[in-house]
């Protein structure tokens, strides 16, 4: 990577990492499906802005973008995100962010089954093995990264994993059908597609309501949506198409960095030796995995946390 790239890489970790505290302190205001909701229809019109003061780019309209757009929005936007949030309800964001960071492990292994041309190689299987391994230290400790409660409640640990299955999943789609399209139109689509199917999840199973919210708890979801979902992912594609996949998923290791000194510093979150143990053994195996030649789905967005 290089030195130019650093800031904006550093920047990006930055922009997640943070989000997910955000997110941490928005679940005790709102129900997770209305915070989700909100959160992708605000992002949602950032992109409809986007394409309206741009003099260079029309809302797309191909069929085949939509269809795919539109499956990458549900498996890999709509489902992960909601599944991330709601385990932090039952853990840290320090804690959640160190588990996401296994997503490259888990998409090289499913990659290895699922695409023809991303075999598992030596070091990849060795790094996936070593991320894994950070985890299950992790589960097997019951860390939850919260002063108030000894051992972690299981289910947000499997609502982490789920979303990785899942995004994971959205990666390997994507690069196999999806890699002709313009990031930002998919994107956009995504988000869009992601949003028409949270909204009315959340209208039936939970309501809309905002009591309990406030003027923090609105700043919150704004910068979630608006720097966290939409500035956080433009950002990705900006790296991606500048500096390379490579140097854009080394945000990867910020990102736990920030989300959890930011939960100790604004939630009063924890960071045990547990944690700085399993977060050692993640990113080792992560670095182990982006030493290899192009890891799988390297070349798309992430998800949004």
Known sequence: MSAQALPYVILLG??????LVVSRFSVGQYQPLTYIGLRLMLASLCHLALYALSKKRSWPKDRQLWRHAATLGILGTAIPMTAIVSSLQYQSSGITAVLITTSPAITVLMAHFLLPDEPLTRQKAFGVATALAGALLLAMLGESGLPDVSRAE????????????????????????????????VNSVRMLTAALAIMPLSLLLVGFDLGAVDKQGYMALIYAAIVGT?????????????FGATASAMAAYIIPIVAAIGGVLLLGETITTGMLSGMALILAGVALINRSPRAS?????PTPV
């Open 14 to 19: 930055v922009l997640f990492g943070s989000t």
């Open 154 to 185: 299981p289910i947000g640990y499997i609502l982490v994993v789920a979303a990785m299955l899942f995004g994971s999943s959205a990666a390997i789609y994507a690069r196999k059908y999806m890699r002709s399209y313009d990031a930002i139109d």
């Open 230 to 242: 939409f500035f956080g992912l433009m950002l990705a594609f900006y790296n991606i198409q500048r």
């Open 297 to 301: 789905g390297d070349d798309i967005s």
